[in-house]
C-alpha cells in the first residue's frame, strides 16, 4: 500500500491544521491506520489511529482533547485534525498503516509509511 501525506503549513499557535493521509495499492479492509511526529532531533512518537473497517479510534495522551482522527472510505483517506495547536506541535508527521494484528503505538508496528508532511507552529 502506497501513502501520501498533506496539509502540513505553517501556522500561528492556537490555529488548526487538518492533515490528510491518501491510501493506494490495495483495499484497506483489515489495515490499521495510524499517524505519528517525529520533531527534529527526538525519536518519531504515536500521536493517534483508526482501525479502516470498525473506525475505533485511538490517541496518545499528550494530545488527547486536541486532535481527531477520521477515515473517508469513499476516498481511501485518513484525517487527522489538530486544534489549539502550539510550538511544542511542531515536527514531521507521517501517516502509517498495516494489517491488524500489526499496528499499536510503535513505529516497529509498521510496515507501510508516507513521506511525512512539515508542521511547523510559530509562537
Known amino acids: 500500500v502506497q501513502l501520501q501525506a498533506s496539509g502540513g503549513g505553517l501556522v500561528q499557535a492556537g490555529e488548526s491544521l487538518r492533515l490528510s493521509c491518501a491510501a493506494s495499492?490495495?483495499?484497506?479492509?483489515?489495515?490499521?491506520m495510524a499517524w505519528f511526529r517525529q520533531a527534529p532531533g527526538k525519536e518519531r512518537d504515536f500521536v493517534a489511529a483508526?482501525?479502516?473497517?470498525?473506525?475505533?479510534?485511538y490517541y496518545a495522551d499528550s494530545m488527547k482533547g486536541r486532535i481527531t482522527v477520521s477515515r473517508d472510505m469513499s476516498k481511501n483517506t485518513v484525517h487527522l485534525q489538530m486544534n489549539s495547536l502550539n510550538a511544542e506541535d511542531t515536527a514531521v508527521y507521517y501517516c502509517?498503516?498495516?494489517?491488524?494484528?500489526?499496528?499499536?503505538?510503535?513505529?516497529?508496528?509498521?510496515?507501510?509509511w508516507g513521506q511525512g508532511t512539515q508542521v511547523t507552529v510559530s509562537s
Open positions: 495499492g490495495r483495499t484497506l479492509s483489515g489495515y490499521v
Open positions: 502509517a498503516a498495516d494489517v491488524m494484528p500489526k499496528g499499536g503505538t510503535a513505529v516497529s508496528g509498521y510496515d507501510y
Open positions: 483508526i482501525t479502516w473497517n470498525d473506525g475505533d479510534t
